[in-house]
């Protein structure tokens, strides 16, 4: 079964780092652009981050730029977020997304939460 799940969530001090990890249980996704979202408290889910099928293309918020790195391994299909220089208002559950647009939203998983204290 497709399944995308996401881990690396916790809680973290501002100014400190966390890696998310995605993981594409199935390797069915392999060939599709895939993302990270996030959603916090009382907010719309948001596009944070995503990188194309062949990991040669990645987009970012503009509030994450510089900040957060996404990357793939194409070995295993595993999907990374770097966060670094983490603020309270990067505080959401982050999802992992793939799909066919560059801003992918068709397949989701369950979510990791990070929560970054001041």
């Known amino acids: 079964q497709a399944q995308l799940v996401e881990s690396g969530g916790g809680l973290v001090q501002a100014g400190g780092s966390l890696r998310l990890s995605c993981a594409d249980s199935?390797?069915?996704?392999?060939?599709?652009?895939m993302g990270w979202f996030r959603q916090a408290p009382g907010k719309e889910r948001e596009f944070v981050a995503a990188?194309?099928?062949?990991?040669?293309?990645?987009d970012y918020t503009d509030s994450v730029k510089g900040r957060f790195t996404i990357s793939r391994d194409g070995a295993t299909n595993t999907v990374y977020l770097q966060m670094n220089s983490l603020k309270p208002e990067d505080t959401a559950v982050y999802y992992c997304?793939?799909?066919?647009?560059?801003?992918?939203?068709?397949?989701w998983g369950k979510g990791t939460l990070v929560t970054v204290s001041s």
């Open positions: 997304s793939a799909g066919v647009r560059p801003r992918p939203m068709s397949y």
């Open positions: 199935g390797r069915t996704f392999s060939g599709y652009n």
């Open positions: 990188i194309s099928w062949s990991g040669g293309t990645t």
